[in-house]
Antibody
């Protein structure tokens, strides 16, 4: 079955950097688009970015995060990444990776990992 | 960005009750909507998209409907495991946006 596991979260100072990973199993990773979503403590869900399947040449970012966050993938390692630079207090959140799947005419976030917590604080 | 507004923000209902949650979009999104359930401490789970296509494994008591700017999620007979926060998400444009959530409590 589909399994996604995020890692790399932790405590980081404002202005710092962090790289999150998401290891996938149970499906052919290279065939699927992937996405990152975050959730600040006690708040709702916020889309971060997606990356296309295979080569990963097609990416899309939330405007508010463009330039600071970079999504990438390594199909040989069945892994998705999120490089986060110039971190701010408001980036504190649980970060989820999700499979981004096209079915029945819709692009859906059909399977999610359990998330990894990023805390930005001095 | 497309704004999604859910109502109510909170509801408390008894087991067996029929529950309805509404999601209104700031502009027309045809049928490009999905619903998620999030149990505290867990990742969101996709329930319905399109907006009436049931995701595999989701019980048939969940039903989605609507188009354009107004959508509803109905739970025909609320069960104890249905507590949590429900979110709608638009699938029309980027950035993908979510509603603010509806917290469902079991009385």
């Amino acid at each position: 079955q589909v399994h996604l596991e995020e890692s790399g979260g932790g405590l980081v100072q404002p202005g710092g950097t962090l790289r999150l990973s998401c290891e996938a199993s149970g499906f052919t990773f290279s065939d699927f688009y992937m996405t990152w979503i975050r959730q600040a403590p006690g708040k709702g869900l916020e889309y971060i970015a997606y990356i296309s399947s295979s080569s990963g040449h097609d990416t899309n970012y939330a405007d508010s995060l463009k330039g600071r966050f970079t999504i990438s993938r390594d199909n040989a390692k069945n892994s998705l990444y999120l490089q986060m630079n110039s971190l701010r207090d408001e980036d504190t959140a649980v970060y989820y990776c999700a499979r981004y799947h096209y079915t029945s005419g819709y692009w859906i976030f059909d399977f999610w990992g359990q998330g990894t917590l990023v805390t930005v604080s001095s | 960005d497309i704004q999604l507004t859910q109502s109510p923000s909170f509801l408390s209902a008894s087991v067996g009750d029929r529950v309805t949650i509404t999601c209104r979009a700031s502009q027309g999104i045809n049928s490009y909507l999905a619903w998620f359930q999030q149990i505290p401490g867990e990742a969101p789970k996709l329930l319905i998209f399109g907006p009436s296509i049931l995701q595999s494994g989701v019980p048939s008591r969940f039903r989605g409907s609507g188009s354009g700017t107004e959508f509803t999620l109905t739970i025909s007979s609320l069960q104890p495991e249905d507590f949590g926060v429900y979110y709608c998400q638009q699938l029309m444009t980027y950035p993908r946006t979510f509603g603010q959530g509806t917290k469902v409590e079991i009385k």
